[in-house]
């Protein structure tokens, strides 16, 4: 027996009348549309559908996420000539309280990550990430050259841990009154086998194998108030607890000509 349908394969039904069209060109969710998304929905009276034009086609698994935070229901999408069409219905409008918690509780992460051929044969172009309104270039996985022009994506984890852990640190000594004057954390890691990474050989991975990290920080706290901190940052850490735990991952590829 089948399974259920899943929300991105959702065919929209026939004869909708959209009050609204949302031309969105070749953007998807996470490089403007769903600004336009929001623009247009304003035009749109409650019960009546709004139609999204994008030649996007991750807009049909990104759409139905921003539909369930903003109590707009997600009613499918379907292929047309030159576009795709997307179909979402405009619902009532809820308290603001209840819709800001469903809207943290359900919000999806996302980013964007562009590669184009350098001009130069011979020079490693780097990748573009994009998101929301921030962008930055990150180098090969992994490299050992000190004249990188980006960061590898392996250093770009470490840092993105170090920094969770951080951030972690002052928020939570803010809100229990602790001073910190200042904080550092050193990150190390090795890869279990940066051969397979290479092509070189086959055995064992190309992941960390071991990460460490140690917080230096200066504050007035007893030690062991801040050791309690310390732990509770640990366990709250959302980049923490994704390395901790085993995590679901779907990663396809779609050719485009």
Request: aromatic share 6%; hydrophobic share 40%.
């Amino acid at each position: 027996m089948a399974g259920p349908l899943r929300e991105e394969d959702i065919p929209a039904p026939e004869g909708l009348e959209p009050s609204e069209v949302c031309e969105g060109g070749s953007l998807d969710c996470g490089s403007g549309l769903l600004l336009l998304i929001r623009r247009s929905m304003d035009k749109v009276p409650g019960g009546e559908v709004l139609q999204i034009n994008s030649t996007e086609l991750s807009v049909c698994e990104d759409l139905p996420a921003w539909c369930r935070m903003t109590g707009n229901p997600y009613l499918g999408w379907r292929k047309a000539q030159g576009s795709n069409h997307f179909f979402v219905r405009r619902g009532a409008p809820e308290g603001s309280e209840a819709a800001a918690e469903r809207q943290a509780r359900e919000h999806r992460w996302q980013a964007r990550v562009a590669w184009q051929p350098p001009l130069d044969e011979q020079a490693v172009s780097p990748s573009r990430v994009y998101s929301r309104n921030h962008s930055w270039e990150v180098g090969q996985p992994a490299s050992f050259d000190l004249q990188d022009s980006a960061p590898s994506a392996v250093e770009m984890l470490l840092g993105a841990l170090g920094a969770c852990l951080a951030q972690g640190l002052q928020i939570r000594a803010s809100r229990r009154g602790i001073e910190l004057r200042n904080i550092e954390i050193q990150l190390a890691g090795q890869i279990d086998n940066i051969y397979v990474f290479l092509g070189l050989e086959d055995s064992g991975h190309a992941g960390f194998s071991w990460i460490t990290a140690t917080a230096y920080v200066q504050s007035s706290a007893p030690e062991d108030e801040l050791q309690q901190l310390w732990q509770e940052v640990l366990a709250a850490s959302p980049v923490n607890q994704t390395l901790l735990r085993p995590t679901q991952l779907e990663l396809r590829l779609l050719a485009m000509p």
